[in-house]
Protein backbone atom coordinates (compact mmCIF):
# COMPACT_ATOMS: atom_id res chain seq x y z
CA UNK A 1 0.00 0.00 0.00
CA UNK A 2 0.88 3.44 -0.76
CA UNK A 3 0.37 6.19 1.85
CA UNK A 4 0.90 10.21 0.94
CA UNK A 5 0.76 12.21 3.61
CA UNK A 6 -0.28 16.06 2.15
CA UNK A 7 0.76 19.29 4.46
CA UNK A 8 2.24 22.70 3.53
CA UNK A 9 1.11 26.12 4.23
CA UNK A 10 -2.47 27.21 3.93
CA UNK A 11 -3.94 28.59 0.84
CA UNK A 12 -0.63 26.65 -0.78
CA UNK A 13 -2.94 24.33 -3.09
CA UNK A 14 -3.51 21.44 -0.73
CA UNK A 15 -7.12 20.80 -1.69
CA UNK A 16 -6.38 20.77 -5.44
CA UNK A 17 -3.54 18.25 -4.48
CA UNK A 18 -5.67 15.75 -2.69
CA UNK A 19 -8.28 15.88 -5.43
CA UNK A 20 -5.75 15.07 -7.80
CA UNK A 21 -4.70 11.89 -5.84
CA UNK A 22 -8.42 11.29 -5.72
CA UNK A 23 -8.62 11.14 -9.39
CA UNK A 24 -5.48 9.03 -9.38
CA UNK A 25 -7.69 6.23 -7.17
CA UNK A 26 -6.57 7.46 -3.66
CA UNK A 27 -8.67 6.81 -0.88
CA UNK A 28 -8.48 10.33 0.43
CA UNK A 29 -8.78 12.04 4.03
CA UNK A 30 -8.83 15.94 4.30
CA UNK A 31 -8.22 17.32 7.90
CA UNK A 32 -7.52 13.99 9.95
CA UNK A 33 -6.59 14.62 13.88
CA UNK A 34 -3.09 13.65 13.77
CA UNK A 35 -3.31 11.22 16.86
CA UNK A 36 -5.82 9.26 14.28
CA UNK A 37 -2.86 8.78 11.70
CA UNK A 38 -1.76 5.56 13.06
CA UNK A 39 -4.88 4.15 13.09
CA UNK A 40 -6.41 4.61 10.52
CA UNK A 41 -3.34 3.86 7.99
CA UNK A 42 -3.48 -0.18 10.60
CA UNK A 43 -6.78 -0.12 9.99
CA UNK A 44 -6.93 0.40 5.77
CA UNK A 45 -3.99 -2.03 5.67
CA UNK A 46 -6.43 -4.97 7.28
CA UNK A 47 -9.20 -4.22 4.32
CA UNK A 48 -8.94 -6.91 1.70
CA UNK A 49 -9.07 -4.40 -0.98
CA UNK A 50 -7.29 -1.91 -0.02
CA UNK A 51 -6.27 1.21 -2.50
CA UNK A 52 -3.85 3.90 -2.26
CA UNK A 53 -4.07 6.39 0.76
CA UNK A 54 -3.94 10.36 1.23
CA UNK A 55 -4.25 12.24 4.25
CA UNK A 56 -4.23 15.71 4.16
CA UNK A 57 -3.07 17.42 7.25
CA UNK A 58 -2.48 20.84 8.30
CA UNK A 59 -2.55 23.28 11.54
CA UNK A 60 -5.49 22.26 12.80
CA UNK A 61 -4.80 18.66 12.82
CA UNK A 62 -2.80 19.79 15.87
CA UNK A 63 0.58 19.08 15.24
CA UNK A 64 3.13 18.35 17.86
CA UNK A 65 6.72 19.08 16.79
CA UNK A 66 7.69 16.90 19.08
CA UNK A 67 5.42 14.09 17.91
CA UNK A 68 4.80 14.10 14.29
CA UNK A 69 7.95 13.19 13.11
CA UNK A 70 8.55 9.75 15.23
CA UNK A 71 4.97 9.12 14.06
CA UNK A 72 5.74 9.54 10.48
CA UNK A 73 8.86 7.35 10.66
CA UNK A 74 6.86 4.56 12.08
CA UNK A 75 4.36 5.05 9.69
CA UNK A 76 7.20 4.70 7.04
CA UNK A 77 8.46 1.45 8.48
CA UNK A 78 5.12 0.08 8.38
CA UNK A 79 3.85 0.50 4.44
CA UNK A 80 5.62 -0.40 1.18
CA UNK A 81 5.89 3.30 0.02
CA UNK A 82 5.44 6.46 2.21
CA UNK A 83 5.46 9.77 0.70
CA UNK A 84 5.26 13.49 2.68
CA UNK A 85 3.99 16.57 0.11
CA UNK A 86 4.53 19.65 1.22
CA UNK A 87 3.47 22.08 -0.77
CA UNK A 88 4.08 26.23 -0.02
CA UNK A 89 4.25 29.68 -1.51
CA UNK A 90 5.54 33.04 -1.52
CA UNK A 91 3.78 35.24 1.73
CA UNK A 92 2.68 37.87 -0.83
CA UNK A 93 0.82 34.93 -2.89
CA UNK A 94 -0.44 33.86 -0.11
CA UNK A 95 -2.07 36.84 0.65
CA UNK A 96 -3.51 37.86 -2.19
CA UNK A 97 -5.24 34.28 -2.58
CA UNK A 98 -6.99 34.68 0.94
CA UNK A 99 -8.12 38.35 -0.29
CA UNK A 100 -9.51 37.02 -3.53
CA UNK A 101 -11.48 34.06 -1.90
CA UNK A 102 -11.89 35.80 1.00
CA UNK A 103 -11.48 32.89 3.15
CA UNK A 104 -10.00 32.85 7.13
CA UNK A 105 -6.87 31.34 7.61
CA UNK A 106 -7.41 28.53 10.83
CA UNK A 107 -4.97 30.72 12.58
CA UNK A 108 -5.96 34.28 12.50
CA UNK A 109 -7.83 35.99 15.18
CA UNK A 110 -8.53 38.92 17.09
CA UNK A 111 -4.98 39.34 18.01
CA UNK A 112 -3.53 37.71 14.88
CA UNK A 113 -3.29 39.12 11.46
CA UNK A 114 -3.26 37.17 8.09
CA UNK A 115 0.66 37.89 7.23
CA UNK A 116 1.07 36.99 11.22
CA UNK A 117 -0.52 33.40 10.97
CA UNK A 118 1.09 32.58 7.84
CA UNK A 119 4.80 33.58 9.16
CA UNK A 120 3.78 31.08 12.48
CA UNK A 121 2.44 28.12 10.07
CA UNK A 122 5.34 28.44 8.26
CA UNK A 123 8.08 28.23 10.69
CA UNK A 124 5.92 25.75 13.13
CA UNK A 125 5.74 23.41 10.08
CA UNK A 126 8.95 23.79 8.88
CA UNK A 127 10.54 20.82 10.24
CA UNK A 128 8.26 18.76 8.27
CA UNK A 129 9.15 20.39 5.11
CA UNK A 130 12.85 18.77 5.80
CA UNK A 131 11.53 15.41 5.19
CA UNK A 132 9.07 16.04 2.61
CA UNK A 133 8.65 16.54 -1.37
CA UNK A 134 8.46 20.49 -1.63
CA UNK A 135 6.69 22.20 -4.21
CA UNK A 136 6.31 26.03 -4.31
CA UNK A 137 2.96 26.90 -5.80
CA UNK A 138 3.43 30.74 -6.34
CA UNK A 139 3.67 30.45 -9.81
CA UNK A 140 1.72 27.35 -10.70
CA UNK A 141 -1.81 27.61 -12.12
CA UNK A 142 -4.62 24.64 -11.12
CA UNK A 143 -4.06 22.51 -14.21
CA UNK A 144 0.15 23.05 -13.90
CA UNK A 145 -0.03 21.49 -10.34
CA UNK A 146 -2.69 19.07 -11.35
CA UNK A 147 -0.04 18.10 -13.92
CA UNK A 148 2.56 18.18 -11.73
CA UNK A 149 1.03 15.98 -9.22
CA UNK A 150 -0.23 13.30 -11.44
CA UNK A 151 3.45 12.80 -12.82
CA UNK A 152 4.82 13.14 -9.57
CA UNK A 153 2.73 10.11 -8.17
CA UNK A 154 3.34 7.98 -11.38
CA UNK A 155 6.98 7.94 -11.07
CA UNK A 156 8.06 4.35 -9.52
CA UNK A 157 9.91 4.69 -5.99
CA UNK A 158 14.00 5.51 -6.15
CA UNK A 159 16.65 5.82 -4.20
CA UNK A 160 16.65 9.49 -4.92
CA UNK A 161 14.39 11.58 -7.37
CA UNK A 162 15.61 14.36 -9.11
CA UNK A 163 13.74 17.49 -10.60
CA UNK A 164 15.00 19.31 -13.13
CA UNK A 165 13.27 23.04 -13.09
CA UNK A 166 13.72 25.54 -15.68
CA UNK A 167 12.80 29.41 -14.42
CA UNK A 168 13.43 32.82 -15.30
CA UNK A 169 14.90 35.06 -12.99
CA UNK A 170 13.05 37.92 -13.16
CA UNK A 171 9.72 36.02 -11.83
CA UNK A 172 11.91 35.08 -8.93
CA UNK A 173 13.85 31.65 -7.50
CA UNK A 174 12.14 28.92 -6.69
CA UNK A 175 11.63 28.60 -3.07
CA UNK A 176 11.74 24.25 -3.07
CA UNK A 177 15.52 23.98 -5.45
CA UNK A 178 18.18 22.66 -3.65
CA UNK A 179 20.66 23.35 -6.34
CA UNK A 180 20.30 27.07 -8.22
CA UNK A 181 22.47 27.23 -11.29
CA UNK A 182 22.58 30.35 -13.05
CA UNK A 183 23.13 30.00 -17.22
CA UNK A 184 22.39 33.97 -18.08
CA UNK A 185 26.15 34.03 -19.40
CA UNK A 186 25.22 31.40 -22.22
CA UNK A 187 24.38 32.85 -25.96
CA UNK A 188 20.95 34.43 -25.92
CA UNK A 189 18.48 33.49 -28.65
CA UNK A 190 15.94 36.06 -27.49
CA UNK A 191 18.04 38.27 -29.81
CA UNK A 192 17.86 36.47 -32.91
CA UNK A 193 14.42 37.24 -34.37
CA UNK A 194 13.63 34.30 -35.76
CA UNK A 195 14.32 32.49 -32.59
CA UNK A 196 12.28 35.11 -29.58
CA UNK A 197 8.88 33.38 -29.79
CA UNK A 198 10.65 29.65 -29.74
CA UNK A 199 11.22 28.03 -26.44
CA UNK A 200 13.91 25.76 -25.74
CA UNK A 201 12.17 22.79 -26.31
CA UNK A 202 12.30 24.28 -30.28
CA UNK A 203 14.56 22.17 -32.59
CA UNK A 204 15.79 25.77 -34.09
CA UNK A 205 16.70 27.06 -30.76
CA UNK A 206 18.27 23.59 -29.90
CA UNK A 207 20.41 23.88 -33.32
CA UNK A 208 21.32 27.39 -32.32
CA UNK A 209 22.99 25.89 -29.15
CA UNK A 210 24.72 23.45 -30.18
CA UNK A 211 26.82 25.82 -32.47
CA UNK A 212 27.81 27.28 -29.45
CA UNK A 213 30.44 24.68 -27.71
CA UNK A 214 30.28 26.82 -24.65
CA UNK A 215 26.50 25.38 -24.21
CA UNK A 216 27.70 21.76 -24.15
CA UNK A 217 30.39 22.70 -21.49
CA UNK A 218 27.75 24.26 -19.20
CA UNK A 219 25.86 21.06 -19.56
CA UNK A 220 29.29 18.90 -18.94
CA UNK A 221 30.52 21.13 -15.84
CA UNK A 222 26.90 20.75 -14.13
CA UNK A 223 26.40 17.24 -14.64
CA UNK A 224 30.09 16.56 -13.45
CA UNK A 225 29.02 18.91 -10.67
CA UNK A 226 25.38 16.81 -9.90
CA UNK A 227 26.97 13.62 -10.47
CA UNK A 228 29.92 14.24 -7.82
CA UNK A 229 27.29 15.66 -4.96
CA UNK A 230 24.20 14.05 -4.98
CA UNK A 231 25.57 10.52 -4.17
CA UNK A 232 25.96 12.28 -0.79
CA UNK A 233 22.60 13.59 -0.65
CA UNK A 234 21.43 9.67 -1.29
CA UNK A 235 23.53 8.89 1.83
CA UNK A 236 21.59 11.78 3.75
CA UNK A 237 18.11 9.33 3.05
CA UNK A 238 16.96 12.10 0.84
CA UNK A 239 14.29 10.85 -1.02
CA UNK A 240 14.13 14.24 -3.34
CA UNK A 241 16.58 16.89 -4.82
CA UNK A 242 15.60 19.75 -6.68
CA UNK A 243 17.81 21.26 -9.11
CA UNK A 244 16.90 24.72 -10.56
CA UNK A 245 18.36 25.94 -13.87
CA UNK A 246 17.66 29.91 -14.81
CA UNK A 247 17.90 32.25 -17.27
CA UNK A 248 16.27 35.60 -17.71
CA UNK A 249 13.16 34.61 -18.85
CA UNK A 250 12.66 31.19 -18.47
CA UNK A 251 11.91 30.49 -21.60
CA UNK A 252 15.06 29.42 -24.09
CA UNK A 253 18.57 28.77 -21.97
CA UNK A 254 17.03 27.19 -19.26
CA UNK A 255 14.59 24.79 -20.84
CA UNK A 256 17.16 23.39 -23.53
CA UNK A 257 19.75 23.05 -20.29
CA UNK A 258 17.24 21.14 -18.12
CA UNK A 259 15.86 19.13 -21.26
CA UNK A 260 19.69 18.16 -22.02
CA UNK A 261 20.34 17.34 -18.14
CA UNK A 262 17.48 15.17 -18.03
CA UNK A 263 18.12 13.14 -21.26
CA UNK A 264 21.44 12.51 -19.72
CA UNK A 265 20.30 11.38 -16.36
CA UNK A 266 17.85 9.43 -17.30
CA UNK A 267 19.74 7.32 -19.44
CA UNK A 268 23.03 7.23 -17.21
CA UNK A 269 21.17 7.31 -13.74
CA UNK A 270 19.54 4.46 -11.48
CA UNK A 271 17.20 7.51 -10.33
CA UNK A 272 13.81 9.15 -11.65
CA UNK A 273 14.10 12.04 -12.94
CA UNK A 274 11.15 14.80 -13.32
CA UNK A 275 10.91 17.90 -15.36
CA UNK A 276 9.47 20.76 -14.80
CA UNK A 277 9.51 24.61 -17.08
CA UNK A 278 7.98 26.77 -14.87
CA UNK A 279 7.67 29.49 -17.06
CA UNK A 280 6.41 27.63 -19.83
Wanted: aromatic content about 10%; hydrophobic content about 40%.
Amino acid sequence: MRVILISGLSGSGKSIALKSLEDLGFFCVDNLPLELLPHLVMWYQSKSDTKHLAICLDMRAGMSQEHFLPMLEAIKKSVRQFDVLYLEAKTEILLNRFSETRRRHPLTHDNCTLAEALKYEREWLYPLREHAHVVDTSALSTPKLRQYITAWVNLPKSNLQIVFQSFGFKYGIPSDADFVLDVRSLPNPHYEASLRALTGKDKPVAIYFKANPVVQDMINDITAYLNKWLPRIEQENRSYVTVAIGCTGGQHRSVYIVEQLALSFKAASKNEVLIRHRQL
